[in-house]
């Protein structure tokens, strides 16, 4: 089974300024969590709104049949990248989604913004 990395590409925090040219927050922090990932059985995907403006930025962890979460609040820094790239090989790892407190990086510890239940099979 999958487990998906969503990152929100277009996040911008407050102090993004248009006018620099650089990259939003949103595609710095998919560009370093797609690094963090990139030997590990995660998948990683970019899209463009996770609808989370007021907590940017976001990002989503998600697996067929298990709880998924989407987390946000996060700078764009390889430390926030590791964190949430340790925390869904945890994800992974777990029967049912659930990833108890202790085990948590730090990096992601109040960040998580909702929990979604798994979808129902279609049977």
């Given at each position: 089974?999958?487990?998906?990395?969503?990152?929100?590409?277009?996040?911008?925090?407050?102090?993004?300024?248009?006018?620099?040219?650089?990259?939003?927050?949103?595609?710095?922090?998919?560009?370093?969590?797609?690094?963090?990932?990139?030997?590990?059985?995660?998948?990683?995907?970019?899209?463009?709104?996770?609808?989370?403006?007021?907590?940017?930025?976001?990002?989503?962890?998600?697996?067929?049949?298990?709880?998924?979460?989407?987390?946000?609040?996060?700078?764009?820094?390889?430390?926030?990248?590791?964190?949430?790239?340790?925390?869904?090989a945890k994800h992974a790892d777990s029967s049912n989604g659930q990833v108890?407190?202790?085990?948590?990086?730090?990096?992601?510890?109040?960040?998580?913004?909702?929990?979604?239940?798994?979808?129902?099979?279609?049977?």
């Amino acid at each position: 089974m999958t487990t998906w990395i969503t990152v929100c590409d277009t996040c911008k925090r407050d102090d993004w300024n248009a006018a620099s040219g650089a990259p939003t927050d949103g595609e710095a922090l998919a560009a370093l969590v797609e690094a963090a990932a990139a030997d590990t059985t995660l998948r990683t995907r970019r899209v463009s709104c996770l609808m989370g403006c007021a907590h940017g930025c976001n990002v989503a962890v998600q697996a067929q049949g298990k709880l998924n979460y989407t987390l946000g609040r996060f700078e764009a820094t390889p430390e926030a990248a590791q964190g949430i790239v340790a925390y869904a090989a945890k994800h992974a790892d777990s029967s049912n989604g659930q990833v108890p407190y202790r085990e948590w990086p730090a990096a992601i510890k109040g960040h998580f913004v909702t929990r979604h239940p798994p979808l129902p099979d279609d049977q």
